[in-house]
C-alpha cells in the first residue's frame, strides 16, 4: 500500500527558507508526478505544484517566484522548498501522489508549517 | 486561474438522506473534475474523478456527473462516516484550483 510521509520543521521565522521532505513507501517514486498542496483556513487548499520523477516541474504562478521542487530517487523521497516566507504561508502541507499530473490518488497525513518569530 | 464554487457551503442532513453537491467552473473544463472528501484532521480522499469515474475502493453510493461549467456530486445514502467536507478540483488547465468545500453536518 502506498504511503505518503510529510517530515521538517513545524516553525520557520519569517523571511527564512520553508523546507519539507516527503517520503514513499509501498512503492516507487520512479513512476508518475508528485505533488504539494497546501491549506489554511484563509486561502482553502491551494496547489503548490507537481513534480515528475524524472525531474520536470509545474508550480502555481502565484508561488513559482519562491517555490522549488525536487526529486531523489535514491531515497524515495521528493522535497519543497519555499523561499521568503512570511505569516500568509502558515498552512497544513500536504504531500501527494499525482498518477497523470492531474488528480491525487495518495495524500500523507500532512504537517502544519507555522510561520512566526 | 479557473475559479470553483461550490453550493451549498453548508448542508445539514441525516443518515440516509440522498445529497447533492454543486461545483460551477468560471470557464469550460470538459470533464476534467475531481471531487474529494475530507474528514476531520484528516487528508482530503479522492472519491471521483474525470467528473463520473468512482475511484478504486469508494463505496458504490458516490456517484458524480456534469460536463463544461456545472458538475454534481451525490451521495444516494449519507453514512455516519460521510459527514466530511467535500471539495471538487479542476485539473483542465494550470494552476490546478479547487473548489472553497461543502461542509455536511448531521441534522
Known amino acids: 500500500q502506498v504511503q505518503l510521509q510529510e517530515s521538517g520543521p513545524g516553525l520557520v521565522k519569517p523571511s527564512e527558507t520553508l523546507s519539507l521532505t516527503c517520503t514513499l513507501s509501498?512503492?516507487?517514486?520512479?513512476?508518475?508526478?508528485w505533488a504539494w498542496i497546501r491549506q489554511s483556513p484563509g486561502r482553502g487548499l491551494e496547489w503548490i505544484g507537481h513534480?515528475?520523477?524524472?525531474?520536470?516541474?509545474d508550480y502555481n504562478p502565484s508561488l513559482k517566484s519562491r517555490v522549488s521542487l525536487s526529486v531523489d530517487t535514491s531515497n524515495n523521497q521528493f522535497s519543497l522548498k519555499l523561499t521568503s516566507v512570511t505569516a500568509a504561508d502558515t498552512a497544513v502541507y500536504y504531500c501527494?501522489?499525482?498518477?497523470?499530473?492531474?488528480?491525487?490518488?495518495?495524500w500523507g497525513q500532512g504537517i502544519l508549517v507555522t510561520v512566526s518569530s | 486561474d479557473i475559479q470553483l464554487t461550490q453550493s451549498p457551503s453548508f448542508l445539514s442532513a441525516s443518515v440516509g438522506d440522498r445529497v447533492t453537491i454543486t461545483c460551477r467552473a468560471s470557464?469550460?473544463?470538459?470533464?476534467?473534475l475531481a471531487w474529494y472528501r475530507q474528514k476531520p484532521g484528516q487528508a482530503p480522499q479522492l472519491l471521483i474523478k474525470s467528473a463520473s469515474t468512482l475511484q478504486s475502493g469508494v463505496p458504490s453510493r458516490f456517484g458524480g456527473s456534469g460536463s463544461g461549467t456545472e458538475f454534481t456530486l451525490t451521495i444516494s445514502s449519507l453514512q455516519p462516516e460521510d459527514f466530511a467536507t467535500y471539495f471538487c478540483q479542476q485539473v483542465n488547465t494550470y494552476p490546478r484550483t479547487f473548489g472553497q468545500g461543502t461542509k455536511v453536518e448531521i441534522k
Open positions: 513534480i515528475y520523477y524524472t525531474g520536470g516541474t
Open positions: 509501498g512503492g516507487s517514486i520512479s513512476s508518475y508526478y
Open positions: 470557464q469550460g473544463i470538459i470533464n476534467f
Open positions: 501527494a501522489r499525482d498518477p497523470y499530473g492531474d488528480f491525487f490518488d495518495f
